[in-house]
């Protein structure tokens, strides 16, 4: 008997042993990861200013953002053998991407770069002036372009939806899912602890209350001298999760990143595990269900939920006992805990002590505010018409059900207010059969910001019904773009010789529906602008070695969004 005694002591030992080693010892994926495979794609030193997972826009970031010491034209090397399978040039999104298929079944991809190397600027030309077009997206067979481990691929950049000069780098797995370049092996100094911003609880159920509100709190926090934190203890009773908001920086760059994973325990149990280790597109747009959504559009702070609701498939979420809730019982002392990591195992905790105490409470109760407000299942969606406008919820756009604000003035359709998500897309269409003729066809639907001037959304025209499609609540409206786009030379002007000029450089501007397209000739002959929205650039690169003549007739022809167009004319020289 004694010796079952010792045994279970030993057994009860190590479980607890092994719990504590857990809570600090680093992630372990769940499959083999080739560590030594990749290298780096700069042969600078890694400083980051974007980690993967870190939470974006309506989306979760992807790979690694790698400093370039705020310049660009540095060197961008292949990680490892393979072949280019995928070449793509866009106005936005990952402007000039290079993908490389390895033969291990991963893939990586560099993106924002200035330009190509070697052989994949030569087709990226040759396919641009087949085309007669900047943008382009190609797949190359195997056989076209092959690459060994630390050949030249490019040079790091600006271009497409680059916030400044860096260089985008993922690694993707078999199913083209991207995965934690870290997990790869790829080191970054950092001895820096999370910071964290704010913890938030939140009472689920109508009989749920924290120090007697039925409404969510931010707590208040108290930094201890071990750099951990304790918060203020609340009185509560029935189901709660909480929420945080926290970032990560890394030893050489103060850039508020992601953090890598979080934890909870409530008594010592587990409750729910987070890591920042593999997110496919399918999913990044469920990060508007991850986080507080409405608390984002008011205070610009994303605040994570550390619960799973309904509607949320999230693989990051690797376990959790109840969804992540927490069920706090009248009479009961408890304590709610959550750790924050990086990858490299830097770690900050958060105690909550929680005192169980039941009072009555009135419960938030949904209801019909006027006649304007609609009620939308979000498993059947919606069709909803105010004044000239009908709008199509389709089934499961909305991640709960939900009252909605909805009412048309004239042109202008306010369309509830933007603190709700919408996962997918939601179509406003309008009748716009009191615009004459001449006009309809210069109609476009805009989202209206708080000045009411509007942003371009892609419109189409059937009969006399326009239609749009939007993943935002918030204004619409109605507006008509008679003017053409603006054009002006930066560089050289009509009749002037230019044979020191590199570059040919116009700049091009349309104030209300956007730039839509743009084609150059010189002497007949098309030219490839390429085309920087975020400066209205569009620059030709006399190395392409078209422009050959001493006399040249530039024309250029740009329409905007609404079918207005304008030309620009003029004869430049050069030796």
């Known amino acids: ?270 409750c729910i595990d987070i890591v920042f280790d593999r997110v496919s597109f399918d999913e990044t747009r469920y990060i508007n269900r991850f986080i507080d959504y409405g608390y984002f559009k008011q205070h610009r702070s994303r605040v994570k939920k550390l619960f799973i609701e309904r509607n949320n498939p999230l693989s990051i979420f690797k376990s959790s006992r109840n969804n992540g809730y927490v069920t706090v019982q009248d009479g009961f002392h408890s304590i709610y805990t959550i750790e924050v990591s990086d990858y490299s195992g830097n770690t900050v905790t958060i105690s909550i002590p929680i005192e169980g105490e039941f009072h009555p409470v009135e419960p938030i109760v949904e209801k019909e505010e006027d006649s304007l407000t609609y009620f939308v299942s979000a498993r059947e969606g919606a069709t909803i018409k105010e004044g000239k406008f009908t709008i199509y919820i389709p089934p499961r756009s909305l991640y709960d059900d939900a009252y909605l604000n909805i009412r048309a003035e004239g042109d202008r359709l306010f369309f509830h207010t933007d603190n709700i998500p919408i996962h997918s897309n939601v179509t406003i269409s309008a009748d716009v059969s009191n615009y004459n003729s001449e006009d309809i066809n210069r109609v476009f639907i805009g989202k209206l910001n708080f000045r009411g001037n509007p942003t371009y959304n892609n419109t189409r025209l059937e009969g006399n019904m326009l239609s749009t499609q939007v993943r935002e609540f918030g204004n619409y409206g109605l507006t008509i773009d008679t003017v053409p786009p603006v054009i002006t030379p930066v560089n050289f002007r009509d009749g002037q010789w230019i044979s020191n000029n590199l570059t040919l450089q116009i700049k091009i501007e349309d104030v209300l529906s956007g730039i839509k397209s743009y084609r150059a000739t010189v002497n007949g002959q098309w030219i490839l602008m390429e085309y920087e929205y975020k400066n209205n650039m569009l620059t030709h690169h006399f190395s392409d070695n078209v422009v050959t003549d001493t006399e040249n007739n530039l024309i250029l022809i740009v329409t905007d969004n609404a079918g207005n167009s304008s030309k620009f004319e003029a004869t430049f020289f050069r030796k």
């Open 1 to 270: 008997m004694s010796r079952l005694f010792t045994i279970l002591l030993l057994l009860i030992s190590f479980t607890f042993q092994a719990q504590g080693d857990l809570s600090t010892s680093r992630y372990v994926f769940p499959e083999n990861i080739p560590v030594d495979y990749f290298s780096s794609p700069l042969k600078i030193p890694i400083e980051l200013s974007g980690t993967f997972g870190e939470l974006r826009n309506n989306h979760f970031h992807a790979g690694l953002d790698i400093r370039t010491q705020q310049r660009e034209g540095i060197p961008i090397y292949a990680a490892a053998d393979g072949y280019v399978n995928r070449l793509r040039v866009a106005h936005f999104s990952y402007g000039k991407a290079v993908y490389i298929q390895h033969p291990n079944g991963y893939s990586t991809l560099y993106a924002h770069l200035q330009r190509f190397a070697g052989a994949i600027e030569d087709l990226a030309k040759k396919t641009q002036y087949e085309k007669e077009s900047y943008e382009f997206d190609i797949y190359p067979s195997a056989e076209r372009l092959p690459v060994k481990k630390g050949d030249l691929i490019g040079y790091t950049g600006n271009t497409g939806s680059s916030g400044g000069p860096h260089l985008h780098f993922e690694i993707r797995d078999r199913s083209s899912r991207p995965m934690n370049p870290k997990l790869f092996g790829f080191e970054v100094e950092d001895t820096r602890k999370p910071l964290i911003n704010s913890v938030f609880v939140y009472p689920v159920g109508d009989d749920s209350h924290v120090n007697q509100l039925v409404t969510p709190r931010q707590l208040r926090l108290t930094p201890k001298t071990d750099g951990n934190y304790i918060s203020e203890k609340i009185t509560a009773f029935g189901t709660l999760g909480f929420g945080l908001s926290a970032v990560d920086q890394q030893n050489a760059a103060n850039n508020r990143n992601g953090v890598f994973r979080v934890k909870t325990q409530y008594n010592g149990e587990p």
